[in-house]
């Protein structure tokens, strides 16, 4: 089996044997370090999420080591201490190989080995015991590693005597254990949502799958394939291409953490900021549950109390409350953005649903993931009441019937399900999932609930991001004018800085934090430390800890099509429509990048980075970016790889002009006639060509039928090869798409005179009598377009098919017979002109008379008689 970091590494090893002994020795010693460190990066990964963070503490003292013997610290640690109740499944037969005792097997026989060349430096080092299991020999490398590489002066006498034991003892465990025999890869998301597989052991074929698909999100790293998931292995880096691994190498700052390449010997620096956070016990959450049930009206709850301050959210409350009192929708979900204020709108409409509606539910069971308080002063890490299904179970169970959590896991998970089911034993229960979100694996989470839930029961949950169907959604955006304003005032007071403010700064606060009650609470915070008066802009930019709390962690799982569209739009503060920035986006996808921009939309939209409406006027979709998660998003895309991109991206969205919100009412006509109008002033000064543009262009008309005439109009004018054949097929286009009949007549007109100056008269005759058979258009237009018609048969002009001209006056002739009332005598004569023309003599006849008697001194009808009397004769 091929694992390509230790492969090379016994590469390097094997140069070193050519060379000396010595090089051999330092060579082993490096291959044995590299060894210890992935095993012990392997078996942290190998730690599923929970409250504890318990993986989060290994990564931190792992960063922060200083030596080897930490590793092999954390490597007991993990699969002796708490934290071994939380791993893989598919891990467990390496906590069995590393733990297991037994006489005679590659585990005492590398643990011997290096236990030999341990007493080759130190030959007062204990024996070893007569039974040791595989932990030992992490714990022996340490030690010899320090008596020689760290502390020691090897001489090249030891080094001959400790080559061969030492090369046996690593060659056993690398060749051995189960860790190196799982699939491991570098994922490397493409733009498309696929990824990219590079195998760094050969039999990684369990993530091709990733291959074809573009529903996941995992970050660009390294993953170890546990329990039909791929893991993420921390502290261990690489590219997509494996050209080198780095391993985390202590040198930890409050910046920067290095990173070694034991192969090359190249040292890398990453970011220390992930791994700043203590590992000590972290507070409860402001929010967290009760640990005994209460009576609140007629339901036995855990649910924390409402503090003060809170605004009321009439119409939000009123929704809610109706949801939660009907017996349909067993799941709801209320989404927005962090600090929206999801968790205090539902612990109102609670308070209120359990002291006003004594039927509906019995017991009110709420449950908090909530990891992050976002309090006035910055946001706060706390610790989660919950994060897995095991957790939500006895946390339920610890409330109800203690003596269910003397049952096996899998029996109290058994019951709870039957809990969500059926309700016979304690009444109808509604569930609260808040912070949804940072559940571990929050879509198989939801898919449990989903599967067993059942009215009268019903499921709440708050989310900031929404990965799964299947309930009913409330989208929770900022406050309205009112709402805010009573906040900031409330606020105010409490802050004691009402004298600082007016009218002109609660308009302004409402406007740039668009009634994000988090929001406004910090800059009234800031408002108050300072009597300058700072841009709003200005303090949320100077508060990263806020920008990170709102949105870096939901940041981190958006596709790489959510990303660019995100940055494009942070780019530039105006309102887009979503058609413009699609056009933009499709012009980039011309160049081979192919870019799912609706579907990143709505994902933008689903985790609450970008703001929705639809325009009144023509039901086009508005997209706007919060304030604080656009400055987020411009700091994101200041280090961005689609920096580039998106700046040129930009410059071509500015064409459709700038835009506010109040703008939205008018639709996007004003925004694609200011595209039009710049993109015409760069063709002529030749800073683009028309051709460049067309594809964005068409796809905009497919969406807004009136560009195909402005398509029309840049072609006529800039067309490089038969301007007027191009602009007449973007004019049938929008006759395709258009029930504006005032517009199609003109647009029949402009075509027909097209085909007048190309001397396509079949087109010519078609645009007219087409232009006839709409309802609305005059009978003065349809009489003159017989009068043209008249005109260019007596030329002899018309050179087309007898059949289809046939066709063409009779449908003329017709239109003409049925609003005969409207004709004057001039009129009657053009109509037998055409009957004539269809051999239609005796109809010829009947309107020549009705026009003479109309006005029988009418010149065009008495010199039709004549003609008539003659062809009759």
């Given at each position: 089996?091929?694992?390509?970091?230790?492969?090379?590494?016994?590469?390097?090893?094997?140069?070193?044997?050519?060379?000396?002994?010595?090089?051999?020795?330092?060579?082993?010693?490096?291959?044995?370090?590299?060894?210890?460190?992935?095993?012990?990066?392997?078996?942290?990964?190998?730690?599923?999420?929970?409250?504890?963070?318990?993986?989060?503490?290994?990564?931190?003292?792992?960063?922060?080591?200083?030596?080897?013997?930490?590793?092999?610290?954390?490597?007991?640690?993990?699969?002796?201490?708490?934290?071994?109740?939380?791993?893989?499944?598919?891990?467990?037969?390496?906590?069995?190989?590393?733990?297991?005792?037994?006489?005679?097997?590659?585990?005492?026989?590398?643990?011997?080995?290096?236990?030999?060349?341990?007493?080759?430096?130190?030959?007062?080092?204990?024996?070893?015991?007569?039974?040791?299991?595989?932990?030992?020999?992490?714990?022996?490398?340490?030690?010899?590693?320090?008596?020689?590489?760290?502390?020691?002066?090897?001489?090249?006498?030891?080094?001959?005597?400790?080559?061969?034991?030492?090369?046996?003892?690593?060659?056993?465990?690398?060749?051995?254990?189960?860790?190196?025999?799982?699939?491991?890869?570098?994922?490397?998301?493409?733009?498309?949502?696929?990824?990219?597989?590079?195998?760094?052991?050969?039999?990684?074929?369990?993530?091709?799958?990733?291959?074809?698909?573009?529903?996941?999100?995992y970050p660009n790293g390294i993953y170890i394939f546990l329990d039909g998931h791929p893991r993420r292995v921390d502290l261990f880096e690489t590219t997509v291409d494996l050209n080198d691994f780095h391993i985390a190498n202590g040198g930890f700052t409050?910046?920067?953490?290095?990173?070694?390449?034991?192969?090359?010997?190249?040292?890398?620096?990453?970011?220390?900021?992930?791994?700043?956070?203590?590992?000590?016990?972290?507070?409860?959450?402001?929010?967290?549950?009760?640990?005994?049930?209460?009576?609140?009206?007629?339901?036995?709850?855990?649910?924390?109390?409402?503090?003060?301050?809170?605004?009321?959210?009439?119409?939000?409350?009123?929704?809610?409350?109706?949801?939660?009192?009907?017996?349909?929708?067993?799941?709801?979900?209320?989404?927005?953005?962090?600090?929206?204020?999801?968790?205090?709108?539902?612990?109102?409409?609670?308070?209120?649903?359990?002291?006003?509606?004594?039927?509906?539910?019995?017991?009110?069971?709420?449950?908090?993931?909530?990891?992050?308080?976002?309090?006035?002063?910055?946001?706060?890490?706390?610790?989660?009441?919950?994060?897995?299904?095991?957790?939500?179970?006895?946390?339920?169970?610890?409330?109800?019937?203690?003596?269910?959590?003397?049952?096996?896991?899998?029996?109290?998970?058994?019951?709870?399900?039957?809990?969500?089911?059926?309700?016979?034993?304690?009444?109808?229960?509604?569930?609260?999932?808040?912070?949804?979100?940072?559940?571990?694996?929050?879509?198989?989470?939801?898919?449990?609930?989903?599967?067993?839930?059942?009215?009268?029961?019903?499921?709440?949950?708050?989310?900031?991001?929404?990965?799964?169907?299947?309930?009913?959604?409330?989208?929770?955006?900022?406050?309205?004018?009112?709402?805010?304003?009573?906040?900031?005032?409330?606020?105010?007071?409490?802050?004691?800085?009402?004298?600082?403010?007016?009218?002109?700064?609660?308009?302004?606060?409402?406007?740039?934090?668009?009634?994000?009650?988090?929001?406004?609470?910090?800059?009234?915070?800031?408002?108050?430390?300072?009597?300058?008066?700072?841009?709003?802009?200005?303090?949320?930019?100077?508060?990263?800890?806020?920008?990170?709390?709102?949105?870096?962690?939901?940041?981190?799982?958006?596709?790489?099509?959510?990303?660019?569209?995100?940055?494009?739009?942070?780019?530039?503060?105006?309102?887009?429509?979503?058609?413009?920035?699609?056009?933009?986006?499709?012009?980039?996808?011309?160049?081979?990048?192919?870019?799912?921009?609706?579907?990143?939309?709505?994902?933008?939209s689903r985790i609450s980075f970008i703001e929705v409406f639809t325009s009144e006027q023509d039901g086009q979709i508005f997209l706007s970016v919060p304030l604080a998660a656009a400055i987020f998003?411009?700091?994101?895309?200041?280090?961005?790889?689609?920096?580039?991109?998106?700046?040129?991206?930009?410059?071509?969205?500015?064409?459709?002009?700038?835009?506010?919100?109040?703008?939205?009412?008018?639709?996007?006509?004003?925004?694609?006639?200011?595209?039009?109008?710049?993109?015409?002033?760069?063709?002529?000064?030749?800073?683009?060509?028309?051709?460049?543009?067309?594809?964005?262009?068409?796809?905009?008309?497919?969406?807004?039928?009136?560009?195909?005439?402005?398509?029309?109009?840049?072609?006529?004018?800039?067309?490089?090869?038969?301007?007027?054949?191009?602009?007449?097929?973007?004019?049938?286009?929008?006759?395709?798409?258009?029930?504006?009949?005032?517009?199609?007549?003109?647009?029949?007109?402009?075509?027909?005179?097209?085909?007048?100056?190309?001397?396509?008269?079949?087109?010519?005759?078609?645009?007219?009598?087409?232009?006839?058979?709409?309802?609305?258009?005059?009978?003065?237009?349809?009489?003159?377009?017989?009068?043209?018609?008249?005109?260019?048969?007596?030329?002899?002009?018309?050179?087309?098919?007898?059949?289809?001209?046939?066709?063409?006056?009779?449908?003329?002739?017709?239109?003409?017979?049925?609003?005969?009332?409207?004709?004057?005598?001039?009129?009657?004569?053009?109509?037998?002109?055409?009957?004539?023309?269809?051999?239609?003599?005796?109809?010829?006849?009947?309107?020549?008379?009705?026009?003479?008697?109309?006005?029988?001194?009418?010149?065009?009808?008495?010199?039709?008689?004549?003609?008539?009397?003659?062809?009759?004769?």
């Open positions: 089996m091929s694992f390509l970091p230790i492969d090379r590494m016994w590469l390097r090893a094997e140069n070193g044997r050519e060379e000396s002994n010595v090089t051999y020795f330092n060579d082993l010693m490096y291959t044995g370090e590299m060894v210890c460190k992935i095993i012990t990066l392997g078996i942290v990964a190998s730690i599923s999420d929970s409250r504890d963070n318990h993986r989060y503490r290994h990564c931190y003292e792992l960063v922060r080591a200083d030596g080897l013997g930490s590793w092999a610290k954390v490597v007991n640690d993990s699969i002796v201490g708490p934290s071994a109740q939380y791993i893989y499944e598919d891990a467990r037969e390496e906590l069995r190989e590393l733990t297991e005792k037994k006489q005679d097997t590659w585990q005492s026989e590398a643990v011997k080995s290096i236990h030999n060349c341990l007493k080759v430096v130190d030959p007062h080092c204990e024996d070893l015991p007569h039974k040791v299991d595989s932990r030992k020999w992490l714990d022996l490398f340490s030690r010899l590693r320090n008596k020689t590489r760290g502390h020691g002066a090897t001489t090249g006498e030891m080094c001959n005597a400790i080559v061969d034991p030492l090369e046996k003892s690593i060659k056993l465990v690398t060749d051995n254990f189960s860790l190196f025999k799982k699939p491991w890869a570098f994922l490397h998301r493409n733009l498309s949502g696929k990824y990219r597989v590079s195998k760094i052991s050969s039999n990684a074929d369990s993530f091709n799958y990733l291959k074809s698909t573009n529903i996941h999100n409050e910046k920067k953490f290095e990173l070694l390449s034991y192969i090359t010997g190249s040292t890398i620096n990453l970011d220390s900021r992930s791994y700043l956070l203590p590992v000590s016990e972290l507070p409860r959450s402001e929010t967290q549950s009760l640990k005994e049930l209460d009576i609140v009206g007629s339901s036995f709850t855990n649910m924390p109390f409402l503090g003060d301050g809170y605004i009321k959210r009439a119409e939000l409350e009123d929704e809610l409350l109706s949801l939660l009192k009907n017996d349909r929708h067993p799941i709801i979900t209320l989404l927005g953005r962090g600090g929206i204020g999801k968790t205090s709108l539902s612990l109102n409409v609670l308070q209120t649903l359990a002291k006003e509606n004594e039927e509906r539910f019995k017991l009110i069971i709420w449950i908090s993931a909530r990891d992050i308080d976002l309090l006035e002063e910055g946001p706060k890490q706390v610790a989660p009441d919950i994060t897995t299904l095991k957790e939500i179970v006895k946390e339920y169970w610890g409330l109800v019937d203690k003596l269910v959590l003397k049952e096996k896991n899998e029996k109290q998970i058994d019951l709870f399900s039957k809990e969500l089911n059926e309700c016979q034993e304690y009444g109808p229960t509604l569930f609260i999932f808040d912070n949804f979100e940072t559940v571990s694996n929050p879509v198989e989470m939801f898919n449990f609930i989903d599967t067993y839930i059942r009215n009268p029961n019903k499921v709440l949950i708050t989310t900031r991001h929404r990965e799964f169907k299947g309930d009913y959604p409330i989208e929770v955006f900022g406050m309205n004018k009112s709402e805010c304003d009573e906040l900031a005032e409330s606020t105010a007071n409490r802050l004691g800085i009402t004298e600082l403010l007016n009218k002109n700064f609660y308009e302004e606060l409402y406007q740039e934090s668009e009634g994000h009650p988090y929001v406004v609470k910090i800059i009234l915070g800031e408002r108050s430390k300072s009597s300058k008066v700072k841009a709003f802009d200005r303090i949320i930019t100077n508060r990263d800890d806020i920008l990170n709390a709102l949105f870096e962690r939901t940041y981190l799982l958006l596709s790489d099509d959510a990303k660019r569209v995100f940055f494009t739009l942070c780019n530039w503060k105006s309102i887009v429509p979503q058609l413009a920035l699609e056009a933009v986006m499709l012009r980039s996808s011309s160049s081979g990048i192919k870019i799912k921009t609706t579907e990143a939309i709505d994902e933008l998003g411009k700091r994101k895309l200041a280090i961005s790889h689609f920096k580039n991109f998106v700046e040129a991206d930009t410059i071509l969205l500015q064409f459709f002009g700038a835009a506010q919100k109040h703008e939205i009412k008018n639709g996007i006509e004003p925004r694609v006639n200011r595209l039009f109008r710049n993109l015409a002033r760069n063709i002529k000064s030749e800073h683009t060509t028309l051709e460049e543009n067309l594809p964005m262009l068409e796809f905009i008309a497919r969406h807004y039928y009136k560009a195909w005439i402005l398509i029309a109009n840049l072609s006529e004018e800039f067309s490089k090869e038969d301007p007027l054949g191009k602009s007449r097929l973007y004019l049938e286009h929008y006759l395709e798409y258009s029930d504006d009949e005032s517009a199609s007549i003109v647009i029949w007109d402009k075509i027909a005179s097209i085909d007048q100056q190309n001397e396509n008269w079949s087109g010519y005759i078609h645009a007219l009598v087409e232009k006839c058979l709409i309802p609305s258009v005059s009978f003065k237009d349809i009489s003159e377009a017989a009068n043209k018609i008249n005109h260019l048969k007596s030329q002899d002009l018309t050179g087309f098919d007898i059949e289809e001209q046939h066709v063409l006056l009779s449908k003329l002739a017709d239109k003409m017979k049925e609003r005969i009332k409207e004709a004057d005598a001039t009129d009657c004569s053009r109509l037998c002109w055409i009957l004539m023309s269809l051999d239609l003599l005796e109809d010829a006849n009947k309107y020549l008379e009705l026009g003479l008697d109309k006005d029988p001194n009418n010149d065009y009808c008495k010199r039709l008689k004549n003609r008539l009397q003659l062809t009759n004769g």
